[in-house]
């Protein structure tokens, strides 16, 4: 199904995760000083939220979603806003592992660097550097 706008994420045989996929992917296309991305990714962490609450395999989902959010509020300026989100999505994948924890400990170093918290950016990016890339296939 070709996505023309945010309605198509509430059109009737889209699911869940489609709906908040689709809500992520308009999220960052939008403006940057519009509030309707911020919005759209507002919901997705709702949605993603109460996906996750239901089934746990739906945790990296929220993760994401919230790194999306962190990441608008960041591109605004509004690093504060964007600690608490961004350290939740760290929270999150610390038991995932992997390339979620590397993104989130990464978006979190950002938000740290933005509010002039050098020292606890380097120590976030080192946490994302000691972790080990994925085997081969």
């Known amino acids: 199904m070709t996505r023309n706008s945010p309605d198509d994420a509430t ?3 889209t699911s869940d ?6 809500l992520l992917a308009y999220a960052q296309t939008g403006s940057r ?3 309707a991305a911020l919005r759209r990714a507002r919901d ?3 949605r993603s939220r109460a996906l ?3 089934s746990p395999e739906h945790t990296a989902l929220l993760a994401r979603s919230l790194r999306t959010m962190a990441a ?3 591109k605004r300026g509004r690093a504060v806003e ?5 350290q939740e999505a760290a929270a999150l994948t610390r038991a995932m592992g992997g390339a979620p924890l590397v993104a989130s400990l990464m978006r979190l170093a950002e938000v740290y660097e933005a509010l002039h918290r050098y020292s606890e950016a380097a120590a976030a990016m080192a946490e994302a550097d000691r972790i080990p890339p994925p085997e081969a296939p």
Do not use: D, T
Not at 17 to 22: D, F, L, W
Not at 82 to 86: D, E, K, W, Y
């Open 17 to 22: 995760v489609e709906a908040i996929e689709g």
């Open 44 to 46: 997705a962490v709702a």
């Open 11 to 13: 059109r009737r045989g």
């Open 82 to 86: 964007a600690l608490p989100v961004a």
């Open 72 to 74: 608008l509020l960041l």
């Open 52 to 54: 996750a609450e239901e």
């Open 33 to 35: 000083w519009g509030g």
